[in-house]
């Protein structure tokens, strides 16, 4: 089965900081590009970024594009979200999933938890 844990949300003023971390199952992290989405109160889920199993290609939803990074490691079958400039819109539940790939903003297995974001004005 799908385990898939999301942490290192939290609360912080706009313009801040925080970095995201995925720890996934090999066999749901192995092969696969993954991807982090978010969901705001009241709003459907939506695609934020998501990077190749090389790491070497990254993909991002126009709301984050220059704010926020991601990236992977293999080795311990995590995938990170840095978030810098962080606005209040960003506030949501953040996920992570795999994806089939870079441009397709569809995850393919069941959601984790997600972690809490919420940045104040």
């Known amino acids: 089965q799908v385990q898939l844990v999301e942490s290192g949300g939290g609360l912080v003023q706009a313009g801040g900081s925080l970095r995201l971390s995925c720890a996934a199952s090999?066999?749901?992290?192995?092969?696969?590009?993954m991807g982090w989405f978010r969901q705001a109160a009241g709003k459907e889920r939506e695609f934020v970024a998501a990077?190749?199993?090389?790491?070497?290609?990254?993909y991002y939803a126009d709301a984050v594009k220059g704010r926020f990074t991601i990236s992977r490691d293999n080795a311990k079958n995590t995938v990170y979200l840095q978030m810098n400039s962080l606005k209040p819109e960003d506030t949501a539940v953040y996920y992570c999933?795999?994806?089939?790939?870079?441009?397709?903003?569809?995850?393919?297995?069941?959601w984790g938890q997600g972690t809490q974001v919420t940045v104040s004005s």
């Open positions: 090999r066999r749901t992290f192995r092969g696969y590009a």
């Open positions: 990077v190749s199993w090389s790491g070497g290609s990254t």
């Open positions: 999933n795999p994806v089939g790939d870079l441009q397709s903003e569809v995850g393919l297995g069941s």
